[in-house]
């Protein structure tokens, strides 16, 4: 019964976040991290905000529900040390601090198995987020240069990992493995919504 999902990455300047969210009954909205470690079955295990070179953060799944759930990483704040030192300061101006470089991993594990059954990889940049004439995509977090020339802020990036239906378990699990464009109305962080679109769009006749 138990999944446990385990986000580590490389980087020693950046501070990223797993997260979990699904809608259970009356559409009340369960959103599960370390900014709230429980609800409904579902727990935040250990948090890591001193950098992906010091340790991994974990979710675990310990009923799974009637519903489907969509993992999502995101970037937090600033390691702990990051700003009270010039050289690290310095470090966050270099690929150091970008997501797309930051060797991140998500890794499910199923009971008490020691390796993992599914692993994503943090996608690289490219056409995930730019034109072919390398203009930011619409709606993906941006940031004005000293040149005045628009580009994708990294410090905002959320990248949407893969989703599970609950009623079925990691067998059903499919990769989303892109970044969330950002919508004009826009809840605070991406929301279940996601998978229910991807199973109904790709997956309806699917037998899992």
């Given at each position: ?166 009623d079925i378990g990691p067998r059903s699990i499919v ?34």
């Amino acid at each position: 019964v138990y999944k446990r999902q385990v986000l580590e990455w490389k980087s020693s300047v950046l501070n990223l976040d797993l997260f979990v969210t699904f809608n259970v009954q009356n559409a009340k909205s369960c959103e599960v991290s370390h900014f709230n470690p429980y609800c409904v079955g579902t727990q935040f295990e250990n948090q890591n905000n001193v950098g992906g070179q010091n340790g991994s953060e974990s979710i675990l799944i310990n009923e799974l529900g009637q519903y489907n759930y969509l993992f999502f990483v995101a970037p937090g704040t600033a390691p702990k040390g990051v700003k009270n030192n010039n050289t690290r300061v310095a470090e966050l101006n270099n690929n150091d601090n970008k997501v797309t470089n930051s060797f991140a991993q998500v890794r499910v594990y199923t009971n008490s198995a020691d390796e993992a059954t599914y692993t994503f990889e943090v996608p690289g940049g490219g056409s995930l987020l730019y034109t072919k004439d390398y203009k930011p995509l619409e709606n993906i977090p941006t940031k004005k240069k000293a040149d005045g020339k628009t580009i994708v802020d990294e410090t905002k990036l959320i990248w949407l990992a893969f989703c599970m239906k609950g009623d079925i378990g990691p067998r059903s699990i499919v990769p989303l493995n892109r970044y969330w464009p950002v919508p004009a109305h826009k809840p605070e962080t991406p929301t279940a919504e996601i998978c229910d679109q991807e199973y109904a769009r790709k997956y309806t006749n699917t037998v899992w």
